[in-house]
């Protein structure tokens, strides 16, 4: 529910704060005071068109922000949609919604101080507030939210649930059908090609790891020549000696170790010295031997050369092809091979979902069906009830039907009693309200039937009726007594007053005998300071609601003020469930002493 509305440079509204009741809220002031403006106002966090015209003139822009309190079950589901935009929640059961706009044509829309698209912003908004008036936001006219209604009202929403599993569960198997249904000479070619990758990745047979061995294969042959020469040097100077007749490392060395050992002989601290020329004259030997045995196997191959050379551009080109790694392109051939292998026994597997989709159709079916017979039975209640209200409105002629609908669909439709039907996720049933206000007239889509005060009193009495069906948690009525007497503005307002049970009412209203039932009366008024002009709203005590009222009357006579009493004081006996005749005014001691005086 709204909670707190503040508004700044909107119109001729300089600043305002306001604080609302969770109940039925009652909005007064004289005409051009600016009610429907804060009405304008709340539109914009429901988003509404943002027209720099409202912009306080002056001023380069304007902002609204509503703050709202949302409880289960509107309160997990403002959270998943929040969740999936990346909006911070804190603290869970309260949310701000705020719109700026500046003359530049240029606005904003934030959730919590996040910045989200106006299409997003709109989606939250209607989910928190209903406005009926000049500016049309109301679910009720939206013929795809009637079957969620009705089917509210049947408490159905459990049994959908199981049919939307169903159809999501169909709608799946159906996408591999057509999948597999492609056109016969694409398959075929996609066949073709999947068939050649695999064969030249199976001719060519790459390994992991393969192409690193034959890089280094091909350096030692491309290089054979140098390679042997160095070795050979490498060799000589171990076990021959030098050119210039330097002698070989490997006698050197055994040199080394004889004279270590004669030193150790008389001094026995060169003992380890002389080990460790002996092993690293057995290390010279190992080493000599290593590379004698390196420079024997050194191979001048031109043949394997190329060999070599040829199976790396191979490889090369599979990786081009295949992914950039032969761990790709071998990762590509067994995809490829899942891919031909589904292709190759498609037609089996479109037989087993051709069985799958028969028996989906057939439970569907019969979910489907108890749907509908549930939907007959609770469209016969909802009908006679809102028909009821009307007549209590003074609209005894009028005539209300929900309208339920199926349509053959002899390809595609579910099985329900020897037919096809369409469906979708709702079920068989295109449901929509349907009324008549006059008798002897048609019944016709509710949003085409009636204007003015008819239509007010037709929405307020598919509120009353619908009231724990409808989820939105504030409503808001604009003008809602427009062409209403006071008779009928009675009943309009304990009607009102009534909805406040489950809902957050606002209404902007002229009639005294509506304005009577308000448990929060805030009176507009417009205040002229120098050259400027704004507007102000303030809660109304008690004995200022009688003035207010006996105002609404048309004037400050003290009949009109003992009319104002008696209509609060009816109004507060129909609250506390007293007889209007028996029923005392039970406020402050300031109406007493207001009520003996006009007595």
């Known amino acids: 529910m709204l909670t707190e509305l503040r508004i700044t440079n909107f119109a001729i509204i300089d600043r305002l704060d306001l604080t609302f009741s969770p109940q039925f809220n009652v909005i007064t002031g004289e005409t051009g005071a600016g009610k429907s403006i804060i009405i304008d106002a709340v539109s914009l966090l429901l988003g509404g068109r943002a027209d720099t015209d409202f912009i306080r003139a002056g001023t380069d822009k304007a902002s ?89 009202y049947a408490n159905l929403m459990d049994l959908r649930a199981s049919n939307s599993a169903l159809v999501r569960k169909l709608n799946e198997l159906r996408a591999e059908i057509t999948s597999l249904m492609q056109d016969e000479a694409a398959l075929a070619r996609r066949v073709d090609m999947l068939t050649f990758q695999i064969e030249e990745i199976r001719a060519t047979a790459p390994k992991a790891g393969e ?70 004259s057995v290390q010279l030997d190992d080493l000599a031997r290593t590379v004698r045995n390196y420079g024997e196997r050194i191979e001048f191959n031109p043949r394997r050369l190329d060999e070599v050379e040829d199976r790396l551009e191979a ?18 051939r067994e995809t490829a091979q899942r891919d031909l292998d589904a292709i190759t026994h498609s037609a089996e597997r479109l037989e087993e979902l051709a069985i799958e989709e028969e028996t989906l159709l057939r439970q569907i079916g019969e979910i489907a069906f108890r749907l509908s017979n549930s939907r007959q039975k609770a469209a016969t209640a909802l009908g006679s009830g809102i028909e009821a209200e009307l007549q209590e409105l003074r609209m005894g002629g009028a005539r209300f039907e929900v309208a339920l609908s199926q349509h053959d669909d002899p390809l595609h439709g579910c ?32 949003a085409k039937v009636a204007s003015g ?40 307002g304990r009607k009102l007053w009534g909805l406040s049970s489950s809902h957050q009412v606002l209404c902007v209203t002229h009639l005294a005998q509506l304005a009577g039932y308000g448990d929060v009366h805030l009176k507009v008024a417009k205040n002229t300071r120098g050259e400027r002009t704004t507007t102000s ?63």
């Open 537 to 599: 709203i303030r809660p109304l005590s008690d004995p200022e609601r009688v003035i207010e009222i006996a105002d609404m009357l048309g004037s400050g006579s003290e009949s009109a003020k003992q009319s104002a009493l008696d209509i609060l004081t009816i109004a507060r006996g129909v609250k506390v469930g007293a007889k209007p005749a028996d029923s005392a005014m039970p406020v402050t001691d300031e109406v007493s002493s207001v009520q003996s005086k006009l007595l």
């Open 64 to 152: 609204v922000e509503g703050v709202f309190k949302i409880h289960p079950p509107l309160q997990q589901e403002i959270h998943d949609m929040l969740d999936l935009e990346g909006v911070e929640i804190d603290p869970p059961d309260e949310i701000t919604l705020s719109r700026e706009m500046r003359s530049n044509g240029r606005s904003t829309s934030r959730i919590n101080g996040s910045s989200v698209g106006v299409g997003f912003f709109r989606e939250v908004g209607e989910k928190l507030i209903d406005i009926h008036g000049q500016s049309e936001h109301l679910s009720l006219l939206k013929p795809r939210e009637h079957v969620n209604l009705l089917d509210r």
């Open 453 to 492: 005060g008819e239509t007010a009193r037709i929405m307020l009495a598919l509120k009353s009726v619908l009231s724990r069906a409808d989820q939105t948690p504030t409503l808001i009525f604009d003008e809602i007594d427009q062409g209403i007497g006071g008779r009928v503005g009675a009943t309009v």
């Open 315 to 332: 490889l090369a080109r599979l990786r081009k092809k295949y992914g950039g790694t032969i761990e790709a392109v071998l990762a590509y």
């Open 211 to 280: 192409e690193e061995t034959l890089k280094e294969e091909r350096a030692r042959l491309s290089n054979a020549e140098q390679l042997a020469t160095l070795s050979t040097e490498a060799r000589t100077l171990l076990t021959e000696g030098s050119p210039d007749g330097g002698g070989a490392a490997s006698d050197l060395l055994s040199q080394v170790s004889l004279l270590l050992g004669k030193l150790a002989k008389v001094d026995p601290s060169m003992t380890e010295a002389r080990e460790i020329a002996d092993s690293l």
């Open 415 to 446: 099985y329900v009693e020897g037919r096809r039907l369409a469906f979708d996720l709702t079920g068989i049933d295109h449901v929509e309200f349907m009324m008549t206000a006059n008798p002897g007239e048609p019944l016709r889509a509710m």
